[in-house]
């Protein structure tokens, strides 16, 4: 078994008082001690790519990709999103990476609230376009639904992979968002 880790895990800018923050590059050695051998980029780590494929190979550490998120449901924004998107994923394939973890940005959302069919297409729209923009250089866009945004029940997760392209944007599956607001007692069916 091979395992992976992100730096959120010791790090999360959400959470600051969490824990003490691990600086870079004792980061990358904690993973390496936890017996991890690829890791997603962070905030917290270094911003250049040679001197991050560097430090993570004299440490025998891949790199994944990361984690981005953008708010693709809005029309208006989509195009400089998915700009955005290509610099931050052109970053991640010259670091060693291959993916990049694609999420709604989330915003101050009522909880009963849910996306319009027209945001539900700019989002489906703006992911395969990405897809197909980052392809090319070799780097896949995966969703990743999570606790607090537009893609985070079953139902919801479930329409995104229907309105995307399975050979452009595949899924991160994260169980514990699908559980979190809606499925307190009793977890979803995972497909």
Do not use: C
Not at 139 to 150: E, P
């Amino acid at each position: 078994m091979k395992l992976t880790t992100a730096p959120v895990n010791w790090n999360n800018a959400d959470v600051t008082d969490y824990r003490p923050w691990i600086p870079y590059p004792e980061l990358l050695d904690q993973m390496v001690a936890a017996g991890y051998i690829a890791t997603e980029w962070g905030m917290n780590m270094e911003r250049d790519a040679g001197k991050l494929r560097s430090d993570l190979h004299e440490r025998n550490l891949q790199m994944l990709g990361g984690f981005v998120g953008m708010e693709l449901r809005n029309r208006q924004k989509r195009d400089e999103e998915i700009a955005r998107a290509v610099e931050i994923g052109r970053f991640f394939q010259s670091a060693g990476g291959g993916y990049l973890i694609a999420a709604d940005s989330g915003d101050d959302r009522d909880p009963s609230g849910a996306l319009t069919d027209e945001q539900w297409k700019s989002l489906a729209t703006g992911l395969n376009d990405l897809a197909r923009e980052l392809a090319p250089i070799g780097v896949r866009v995966v969703f990743h639904n999570h606790v607090g945004t537009y893609v985070e029940t079953e139902e919801e997760t479930a329409r995104l992979l229907d309105e995307t392209g399975p050979a452009l944007v595949v899924s991160r599956l994260q169980p514990s968002s699908l559980r979190w607001r809606r499925y307190p007692r009793h977890p979803p069916k995972v497909w």
